[in-house]
């Protein structure tokens, strides 16, 4: 089989577009019809054979370009200064002698194959099969004649052939490394990704580095969207529990006692209000965004919810997350009301001026925070009296257990009028979290 196409299946595979092994064959055909001189006619006739929904099509379409492109990193390097008489004799010095990227693409691709870049799975490979490239390029051999070149110099500093030299060869670096980028994000496995994504799970949220917001951002909206699915189903309750007798036997009289028509017995489920506080100070700051994603997944499952965001004061923004989208929505909540200095007391009070009424015993309260009030005053008799009012009250707490009550954290006062207190350190326990007040609070 035509190893470049099966490559190719491959890729698709992994950005989850599914291909069969008949519409592999299909493919197949149309390779042999067509061959793989005109890239136009060849995109569009495997477009029909490949991708089936839109989804599919629009994956294929950017999978295609990167998998068949002709012009990878053009901006590599500029033109520089001829080269003077120098015993440079390695293959690689002679590429880059030449200035032909055209060539030195095809040494790359040569060497890749080789090396087996095919086979990356796994985000942490990257380096090593950039160091495999440039080994099969012949990296080593160049080096050891720079390094000849320097020790025969009499003078201190490189001359200008040497350093140019030197300038190429990290060009190179760059341009392998960028090419080892590209093909891992097409032939990466699947298992690197559920890789990634068990680390991130398990990793403490104020430790994950920026660079991997956008991964995690990902990995908390399909949590989430996992929580919707699961809780937002209307349950229905009817034919559903024991068989109420009096009632059936009612309902029959009239057909002489034969049960053609059935009642049950069952509880009408009231539906529950939920009051949320989520800190958005500077101490938080770390876990902030990914409480709000939380947060926002909330308003999407439950109808009677009302969300508050605080640091120095509490605001209101629950018709804003219903309405609006998730990234604007986190965007302006921590513009408006986030990076202030913590007092747990003002936002109790707002939050008792604002819905103490609406607090009753279908009520279920959560307050995302780390309880660190600044030496402020802390006004626990508040929080006593939303505690005696509601259903339950739950404290989602992001620092480790040996940290509370250190320093200006004042846990142990208000988890006196909580329910349950929680760690939610990483992602994964915040899932459970959110998971068992859903469960507990529908």
Not at 84 to 103: F, Y
Not at 132 to 148: A, C, K, P, S
Not at 334 to 346: E, P, V
Not at 362 to 391: Q, W
């Amino acid at each position: 089989m035509d190893r470049v196409l099966t490559d190719f299946v491959k890729v698709l595979r992994n950005a989850n577009v599914e291909v069969s092994p008949a519409e592999t064959m299909d493919a197949i055909s149309v390779i042999d019809a067509i061959g793989y001189a005109n890239k136009k006619l060849l995109k569009r006739s495997l477009a029909v054979a490949l991708p089936k929904t839109l989804e599919e099509k629009q994956q294929f379409s950017k999978c295609f370009d990167a998998f068949f492109s002709e012009d990878f990193n053009k901006e590599t390097k500029e033109k520089e200064q001829p080269f003077n008489d120098i015993s440079l004799n390695s293959d690689l010095a002679k590429h880059l002698k030449e200035d032909s990227q055209a060539e030195l693409m095809l040494a790359i691709e040569k060497a890749a194959e080789k090396s087996e870049i095919r086979e990356i799975k796994y985000f942490t490979q990257r380096s090593v099969f950039t160091r495999r490239i440039l080994e099969e390029m012949g990296v080593g051999d160049l080096e050891n004649e720079l390094m000849q070149i320097g020790a025969m110099n009499s003078n201190s500093l490189p001359t200008e052939t040497e350093q140019q030299m030197r300038n190429y060869l990290n060009n190179l670096r760059e341009v392998v490394s960028d090419y080892v980028q590209e093909q891992f994000l097409l032939h990466g496995d699947v298992s690197g990704e559920k890789l990634r994504e068990q680390i991130f799970r398990s990793m403490n949220m104020a430790q994950i580095d920026r660079s991997y917001l956008h991964e995690v951002h990902s990995l908390v909206r399909k949590m989430a969207k996992k929580l919707v699915n699961m809780y937002s189903r209307r349950k229905k309750n009817y034919r559903k529990g024991k068989l109420n007798v009096r009632k059936t036997i009612q309902k029959n009289w009239s057909n002489q006692g034969i049960l053609f028509n059935l009642r049950w017995s069952y509880k009408k489920i009231d539906k529950p209000k939920i009051i949320v506080l989520c800190d958005v100070s500077g101490s938080v700051g770390a876990y902030s965004r990914f409480m709000l994603m939380f947060l926002f997944s909330l308003t999407e499952v439950i109808s009677k919810i009302r969300a508050f965001v605080f640091s120095s004061h509490l605001g209101e923004v629950t018709e804003h997350f219903k309405k609006g989208h998730l990234e604007p929505a986190i965007e302006d909540a921590l513009s408006k009301y986030g990076g202030g200095s913590t007092d747990y007391a003002q936002a109790l009070s707002d939050l008792t001026s604002l819905c103490m009424d609406d607090i009753d015993k279908k009520t279920t309260v959560v307050i995302l925070g780390d309880a660190r009030n600044n030496f402020g005053p802390e006004k626990a008799h508040l929080l006593k009296g939303i505690y005696e009012r509601a259903k339950q009250v739950f404290w989602l707490n992001p620092e480790g257990k040996y940290r509370w009550d250190t320093g200006d954290s004042v846990m142990k006062t208000y988890s006196a009028y909580c329910t349950k207190v929680f760690q939610c350190g990483n992602i994964d326990q915040l899932e459970r979290v959110i998971s068992t007040l859903l469960r507990t609070a529908i």
